[in-house]
């Protein structure tokens, strides 16, 4: 069975700092996606990145990277700098690269940026 | 672009209504997904469908059917609504045709309400 793990519930820090989303997830397959969305408040989830199993290169995109850790399995989310829209639920999610297309998603995390 | 569309964003049903959630799709996509989405449990798959006329069951079923007659529309049947079906739906659509690597693109959600 697949499952993602998103600890953080919720966080919230002060604009323009840096902050880390945690993601960790289990599968039994040797070849996987990951996924990260984001959800604003008008509610529909934006995708921001996908990495396959087999890419362990960190990706930088603009404010945004992300740590793809096989020996820890863990796909963590880091915005830089971050600013008052960055404000959203961020959700991790995880895909077989075997049979249906289906993700499994963690239960998120609400990120608040205080101006 | 990819437009995943719902047919409404806020609804409220009385328990015991049928209900139908309309999701259509404009870029002939194979693979279709719905969701609910609840506070501190995520995404949750309800049904999917690979094909015209095909489903398969995701996590949670139970007191949902789907219909899917033609390609770019896939529908969500609450046969008897109750107020534990109270929830964000949200509709999901794929490439399929091997494209094993896409994201799911979403469309905007439907909070259901069921009083």
């Known amino acids: 069975a697949q499952k993602v793990t998103q600890a953080q519930t919720e966080i919230s820090v002060v604009e323009k700092e840096d902050v880390t989303l945690d993601c960790v997830y289990e599968?039994?397959?040797?070849?996987?996606?990951l996924f990260w969305y984001k959800q604003p408040p008008s509610g529909e989830l934006v995708f921001l990145i996908r990495r396959n199993s087999f890419d362990e290169q960190n990706e930088i995109s603009g404010r945004y990277s992300w740590n793809f850790q096989k020996s820890t399995s863990s796909f963590n989310f880091t915005i830089t700098a971050s600013q008052v829209v960055d404000s959203a639920v961020y959700f991790c999610?995880?895909?077989?690269?075997?049979?249906?297309?289906?993700?499994?998603f963690g239960t998120g995390t609400r990120l608040t940026i205080i101006p | 672009d990819v437009k995943v569309t719902q047919s409404s964003r806020y609804l409220v049903k009385r328990t015991g209504e049928k209900v139908f959630l309309e999701c259509v799709q404009d870029m002939d996509h194979e693979n279709m997904f719905w969701y609910r989405q609840d506070p501190g449990l995520g995404l949750r798959l309800i049904y999917f469908?690979?094909?015209?006329?095909?489903?398969e069951k995701g996590d949670i079923p139970e007191g949902y059917s789907v219909s899917r007659e033609k390609k770019e529309r896939f529908s969500l049947i609450l046969e008897s609504a109750s107020t534990n079906q109270t929830s964000m739906y949200l509709c999901?659509?794929?490439?399929?045709?091997?494209?094993?690597?896409?994201?799911?693109?979403f469309g905007p959600g439907t909070r259901l309400t069921v009083t």
């Open positions: 999901a659509s794929t490439p399929g045709q091997g494209m094993v690597f896409s994201e799911q693109y």
């Open positions: 599968t039994r397959d040797t070849t996987y996606y």
């Open positions: 999610a995880l895909r077989s690269n075997f049979g249906n297309e289906k993700l499994t």
């Open positions: 469908s690979y094909d015209v006329k095909m489903k």
